[in-house]
């Protein structure tokens, strides 16, 4: 079992950066394959980025690449979401998850975070 803890999200201004964390709860955190997604108002949740549990692989949305950048402590049980030049329609609610295995482009996630609220403001 694994518990996840998000924060970082905001009010912000279109152009300015964020960082998201997650906080993990397991003493086998490096097993983890760790992604974050978003979901909208109105629109389905959406796997933006996904880091393997062996740093190996990364995976990022198309919408998303070049501004988003995932990034994982194994030492601190943690996992990050940096986001630069954000823009109004990356207002969502952010969840990180965590899976078994390597695989990073897939949105099959066996625990998730509560999620943190970014808005962004034109």
């Known amino acids: 079992q694994v518990q996840l803890v998000d924060s970082g999200g905001g009010l912000v201004q279109a152009g300015d950066s964020l960082r998201l964390s997650c906080a993990a709860s397991t003493r086998t955190f490096s097993s983890y394959t760790m992604g974050w997604f978003r979901q909208a108002p109105g629109k389905e949740r959406e796997l933006v980025a996904a880091?393997?549990?062996?740093?190996?692989?990364?995976y990022y949305a198309e919408s998303v690449k070049g501004r988003f950048t995932i990034s994982k402590d194994n030492a601190k049980n943690s996992v990050h979401l940096q986001i630069y030049s954000l823009k109004p329609e990356d207002t969502a609610v952010y969840y990180c998850a965590a899976r078994h295995g390597s695989t990073v482009n897939t949105e099959q996630y066996d625990y998730w975070g509560q999620g943190t609220q970014v808005t962004v403001s034109s």
């Open positions: 880091i393997s549990r062996s740093f190996g692989s990364t």
